[in-house]
């Protein structure tokens, strides 16, 4: 008896309170399905930084009744894809968003401070289902069912175990053995601007990128436009700290753009001290679900950040995720099995462009970066990423039928 209503409503443990693990217990809670998530953190924060979110992010976000939040506290881009010439600016394409977004894929893009985009997933997942400062160490196997060890002995089971511990993932490693990231010999610096000390250039609602020799750089406006997110990727060199606490100088920031329009410098003296992120490599899972076992987001499938599309595929896998136990609560292990066979080819095809991209973005001065110039004049990313922002999990025949 006892196990059979165990079976009927799975017991559900997400270790990691990232964007992904919320997400995940916000759609299972809207599926009726109850859960309890183990974050590390001693408190919910996330980073100085800025997010894109595209279309098929925003369509699940409206899904989780959270959209009206995000409209309040992000921007809404009116340009993205604005590719700019390094040295001085010239435009080498751009792309008008704001009615082509809504009628090509019935919802906008917006960029969202990290902090901002948490609180208002965090909003949809019910008080009570998580605990602070409780770090996975281990994953055990007790009789037949997954469990939890964490820093403090406690070992917790659960029918049902959701890794979405993001890059440095425990419950990976237990799953694959997690071989070693592979240099990529880049980086990302990153940094805040208050938009009154940023260039105007900077503080419309456009998505820049400006592209040069070993090196490009992205800004938009974030916060209802009081910020403006800097990122910008360089070599590496020996640098291959991969963390969101790290940091770089403003001279070392600038010494990576020396002879880059002036706007960008000043927008870099602007910034305050920037965080800097070794791109490490991951090659892609070929399986993420090992009977009642998962990975979710960054922990299944890590991808550079060049189409902007981590955070949103770790929101795709849970709105899968939960309508697969939902439809299954009594085969947890058949539901996941199905979860990663919905999921796995789309997002190792995003970790494997996202890879591509670095190469093109930074081709140096010469024949190769002239016909690129020249195809960007002609392309239409909007279109042409179709397949990434008109994803709809729950429109797919596996749930439509
Ligand atoms: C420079 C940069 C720019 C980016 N820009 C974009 C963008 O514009 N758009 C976009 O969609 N994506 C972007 N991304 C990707 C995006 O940040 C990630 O894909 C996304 O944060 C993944 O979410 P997650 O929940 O899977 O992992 P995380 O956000 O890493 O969350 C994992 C959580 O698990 C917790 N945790 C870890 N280990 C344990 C443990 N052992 N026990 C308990 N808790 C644990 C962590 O504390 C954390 O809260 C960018 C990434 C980078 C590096």
Same mark, same amino acid.
């Given at each position: 008896?006892?196990?059979?209503?165990?079976?009927?409503?799975?017991?559900?443990?997400?270790?990691?309170?990232? $964007?992904?693990? +919320?997400?995940?217990?916000?759609?299972?809670?809207?599926?009726?399905?109850?859960?309890?998530?183990?974050?590390?953190?001693?408190?919910?924060?996330?980073?100085?930084? =800025?997010?894109?979110?595209?279309?098929?992010?925003?369509? +699940?976000?409206?899904?989780?009744?959270?959209?009206?939040?995000?409209?309040?506290?992000?921007?809404?881009?009116?340009?993205?894809?604005?590719?700019?010439?390094? !040295?001085?600016?010239?435009?080498?394409?751009?792309?008008?968003?704001?009615?082509?977004?809504?009628?090509?894929?019935?919802?906008?893009?917006?960029?969202?401070?990290?902090?901002?985009?948490?609180?208002?997933?965090?909003?949809?997942?019910?008080?009570?289902?998580?605990?602070?400062?409780?770090?996975?160490?281990?994953?055990?196997?007790?009789?037949?069912?997954?469990?939890?060890?964490?820093?403090?002995?406690?070992?917790?089971?659960?029918?049902?175990? $959701?890794?979405?511990?993001?890059?440095? %993932?425990?419950?990976?490693?237990? *799953?694959?053995? %997690?071989?070693?990231?592979?240099?990529?010999?880049?980086?990302?610096?990153?940094?805040?601007?208050?938009?009154?000390?940023?260039?105007?250039?900077?503080?419309?609602?456009?998505?820049?990128?400006?592209?040069?020799?070993?090196?490009?750089?992205?800004?938009?406006?974030?916060?209802?436009?009081?910020?403006?997110?800097?990122?910008?990727?360089?070599?590496?060199?020996?640098?291959?700290?991969?963390?969101? %606490?790290?940091?770089?100088?403003?001279?070392?920031?600038?010494?990576?753009?020396?002879?880059?329009?002036?706007?960008? *410098?000043? +927008? $870099?003296?602007?910034?305050?001290?920037?965080?800097?992120?070794?791109?490490?490599?991951?090659?892609? *899972?070929?399986?993420?679900?090992?009977?009642?076992?998962?990975?979710?987001?960054?922990?299944?499938?890590?991808?550079?950040?060049?189409?902007?599309?981590?955070?949103?595929?770790? *929101?795709?896998?849970?709105?899968?995720?939960?309508?697969?136990?939902?439809?299954?609560?009594?085969?947890?292990?058949?539901? +996941?099995?199905?979860?990663?066979?919905?999921?796995?080819?789309?997002?190792?095809?995003? !970790? !494997?462009? %996202?890879?591509?991209?670095?190469?093109?973005?930074?081709?140096?001065?010469?024949?190769?970066?002239?016909?690129?110039?020249?195809?960007?004049?002609?392309?239409?990313?909007?279109?042409?990423? =179709?397949?990434?922002?008109?994803?709809?999990?729950?429109?797919?025949?596996?749930?439509?039928?």
């Amino acid at each position: 008896m006892e196990m059979t209503q165990r079976r009927s409503t799975p017991e559900i443990a997400i270790v990691g309170a990232g $964007i992904g693990g +919320l997400a995940a217990a916000a759609f299972l809670h809207r599926a009726g399905l109850p859960c309890r998530l183990y974050e590390q953190a001693p408190e919910l924060k996330e980073v100085g930084a =800025g997010l894109v979110v595209a279309p098929n992010a925003a369509r +699940l976000l409206r899904r989780l009744g959270v959209l009206g939040e995000l409209e309040r506290r992000a921007v809404r881009l009116d340009v993205g894809w604005e590719f700019r010439r390094w !040295q001085d600016g010239t435009v080498l394409s751009a792309e008008e968003l704001t009615a082509s977004c809504e009628r090509l894929y019935g919802e906008q893009t917006y960029t969202v401070h990290r902090a901002d985009l948490l609180e208002i997933v965090r909003a949809a997942v019910p008080d009570g289902a998580i605990q602070l400062g409780r770090r996975c160490v281990e994953l055990m196997q007790r009789g037949d069912r997954p469990a939890l060890r964490f820093d403090d002995g406690e070992v917790v089971e659960a029918d049902v175990v $959701i890794g979405a511990d993001g890059v440095h %993932s425990v419950v990976r490693r237990a *799953l694959t053995g %997690s071989p070693a990231p592979v240099y990529s010999g880049m980086c990302a610096f990153r940094a805040l601007v208050p938009a009154e000390r940023a260039p105007s250039l900077a503080r419309r609602n456009a998505q820049t990128l400006w592209i040069g020799p070993d090196h490009h750089l992205v800004h938009y406006p974030i916060c209802a436009g009081k910020l403006v997110n800097l990122v910008a990727f360089a070599p590496a060199g020996d640098y291959s700290v991969e963390s969101w %606490s790290a940091t770089a100088t403003v001279e070392e920031f600038l010494a990576e753009f020396e002879g880059w329009d002036p706007r960008l *410098l000043e +927008l $870099i003296r602007a910034g305050g001290v920037p965080g800097r992120w070794a791109l490490l490599d991951r090659a892609p *899972l070929s399986r993420w679900s090992h009977g009642p076992v998962t990975l979710l987001g960054d922990a299944a499938h890590p991808m550079f950040p060049f189409f902007a599309q981590g955070a949103a595929q770790a *929101l795709e896998d849970a709105a899968v995720l939960a309508r697969c136990l939902a439809a299954d609560a009594t085969d947890p292990s058949g539901a +996941l099995q199905r979860y990663e066979a919905l999921r796995i080819s789309r997002t190792t095809k995003l !970790q !494997q462009i %996202s890879r591509g991209r670095s190469h093109i973005n930074h081709l140096p001065d010469g024949p190769d970066q002239q016909a690129r110039d020249a195809a960007f004049a002609d392309s239409d990313p909007l279109v042409a990423n =179709g397949w990434i922002y008109e994803y709809d999990p729950d429109a797919t025949p596996a749930f439509s039928g």
